[in-house]
């Protein structure tokens, strides 16, 4: 698999990610799995990407992301088992993009600083 086609499977995940969340506001029952098969695509698109670096900086950063990919997991496990509390999901969620924004902002700055 090319990188290329590892970066369209992660943002196949992300956009089925947005739908199922969105979505899950209707209690439309597919959502919970909408969102679980693009959680899935996501941290598969994740776990494949390939990043040769030897900044500490950037290996921090990734490692942030993976842990921000478990978050999602987590979600996602969390939205399909506990239906009974609606929104246990939200927590494990709202972690998650809270380190997926700060790490491709953060990613992004130290990259250029490192082209410069």
Request: proline share 1%; hydrophobic share 55%; charged share 15%.
């Given at each position: 698999?090319?990188?290329?086609?590892?970066?369209?499977?992660?943002?196949?995940?992300?956009?089925?990610?947005?739908?199922?969340?969105?979505?899950?506001?209707?209690n439309w029952l597919v959502s919970e799995y909408i969102f679980a098969i693009g959680t899935l695509l996501f941290l598969i698109g994740r776990l494949l990407e390939k990043h040769d670096t030897t900044n500490l900086?950037?290996?921090?950063?990734?490692?942030?992301?993976?842990?921000?990919?478990?978050?999602?997991?987590?979600?996602?496990?969390?939205?399909?088992?506990?239906?009974?509390?609606?929104?246990?999901?939200?927590?494990?969620?709202?972690?998650?993009?809270?380190?997926?924004?700060?790490?491709?902002?953060?990613?992004?700055?130290?990259?250029?600083?490192?082209?410069?």
């Amino acid at each position: 698999m090319t990188q290329k086609h590892i970066s369209y499977l992660t943002n196949l995940g992300e956009i089925l990610v947005a739908v199922g969340a969105i979505v899950w506001i209707t209690n439309w029952l597919v959502s919970e799995y909408i969102f679980a098969i693009g959680t899935l695509l996501f941290l598969i698109g994740r776990l494949l990407e390939k990043h040769d670096t030897t900044n500490l900086v950037l290996k921090r950063l990734y490692r942030q992301r993976m842990i921000g990919g478990v978050m999602l997991l987590a979600s996602a496990v969390m939205m399909i088992a506990y239906t009974l509390s609606h929104t246990a999901w939200l927590i494990p969620f709202i972690i998650f993009t809270v380190i997926e924004t700060y790490t491709v902002f953060r990613i992004d700055n130290v990259t250029k600083k490192l082209k410069k």
